[in-house]
């Protein structure tokens, strides 16, 4: 709390027109704290899926509707994941805290185009045999370490509601969560050698690079962050 104070009168508060406005009072932040935020998000991540699943039925998605729908999903997968990232380090660096409220809704998208991207490689390029689905998982490293992605994103996306939270406890539920970097780091990977069979790299770059920003920011954050004693190590 501000305060002023004259010669021989008691401390007072200062005025509230004179106290420094709060952070969230910036336009962007009541922007995103407008009822209307989240659903638009909503309805904005929705879109592709709508997109597909439109163009799977008007036969809109080009000469190869399969891989037109196993690779799309498989890139919004890695946007989403670069946007669920980006929260944090754009919240610190703007002061934009409000965006903590949709990276709930971000990362479960991002989970949901990755089991949209597993299943129509398992239907449209397996036809739901499990047998050869699990022989080719074994079988061919790309997809190996994709489902092991997916397979990281499930507890990821089972555990990010407040009971989770509660359930778990904070720290490891905080501990539980850094799967994340794995995930991002497999799903790279991933999408790398699904390129490298056709020689283009272009997009595997641009990812990459974005990533490589995302978690070297995390982790400059994490070896620059002020060291904190143990309350318990300390003389009494």
């Given amino acids: ?44 991540a929705l879109g592709p ?8 039925f008007a036969d809109t ?41 949709l990276r709930r809704m971000l990362g479960l998208f991002t989970c949901g185009y990755g089991v949209l991207h597993f299943l129509s490689y398992a239907w449209l390029d397996k036809g739901f045999v499990l047998a050869d689905i699990v022989k080719d998982v074994a079988k061919r490293p790309f997809i190996l370490v994709g489902t092991a992605a997916l397979l990281l994103m499930l507890p990821l996306a089972a555990t990010s509601f407040n009971r989770a939270i509660k359930a778990l406890g904070a720290a490891r539920w905080q501990a539980l969560h850094r799967l994340v970097y794995a995930v991002a780091l497999l799903g790279l990977l991933h999408f790398f050698w699904m390129r490298a069979a056709k020689h283009h790299y272009t997009d595997w770059t641009v990812y990459a690079a974005i990533l490589a920003v995302l978690l070297g920011w995390r982790l400059w954050r994490r070896l620059h962050a002020p060291r904190r004693l143990d309350p318990l190590a300390q003389p009494r």
Avoid at 18 to 37: D, G, I, K, M, T
Avoid at 49 to 56: E, I, P, Q, T, V
């Fill in 61 to 101: 998605l080009g000469p190869n509707p399969a891989e037109a729908l196993i690779h799309g999903s498989g890139d919004w997968t890695l946007r989403l994941l670069c946007l669920t990232l980006l929260v944090s380090p754009l919240r610190q660096l703007s002061g934009w805290h409000a965006l903590a409220r």
């Fill in 1 to 44: 709390m501000a305060l002023t104070s004259q010669p021989g009168a008691p401390l007072k508060a200062a005025p509230a027109s004179r106290r420094p406005a709060p952070r969230l009072a910036s336009p962007v932040n009541r922007a995103l704290l407008h009822p209307a935020a989240k659903p638009l998000l909503f309805i904005a």
């Fill in 49 to 56: 899926f709508a997109g597909y699943f439109y163009g799977a």
